[in-house]
């Protein structure tokens, strides 16, 4: 749910405006009189928007992750550690992460 400010009365409040955006996920909006408005999100949330973004914007991911997400709530593939992954994909867990990019 967002809440709506304002431009003149954000401006006053923004210390306090921007707390609860990041301590209760807050969205706002902040209204100019010119109607060219702007949304205040935090950041790890603008992050979080801009990757699924991007992993659907290719038919073929997105239908791949949208099966997972059908096998996931079916319950028909057993959940798997960490480590139970790398073994999978023979995958070394004492060396960085480069690996990882390696077997994407």
């Known amino acids: ?7 003149a009365e954000a401006a006053k ?6 707390s609860n955006v990041i301590e209760n996920s807050e969205v706002v909006k902040i209204s100019r009189p010119d109607g060219n408005n702007v ?8 992050q979080s928007l801009l990757e699924t973004l991007y992993l659907l914007r290719f038919p073929a991911n997105s239908a791949r992750l949208f099966t997972a997400l059908q096998r996931a709530k079916l319950k028909t593939v057993m959940p798997q550690s960490v480590s139970e992954l790398y073994a999978r994909f023979e ?11 390696m077997a994407s």
Not at 1 to 7: D, K, T
């Open 13 to 18: 409040n923004l210390e306090n405006i921007c």
């Open 91 to 101: 995958l070394n867990e004492d060396e960085n992460s480069s690996n990882i990019d």
């Open 39 to 46: 949304v205040l999100i935090a950041e790890t949330e603008l």
């Open 1 to 7: 749910m967002s809440i709506e400010s304002p431009i």
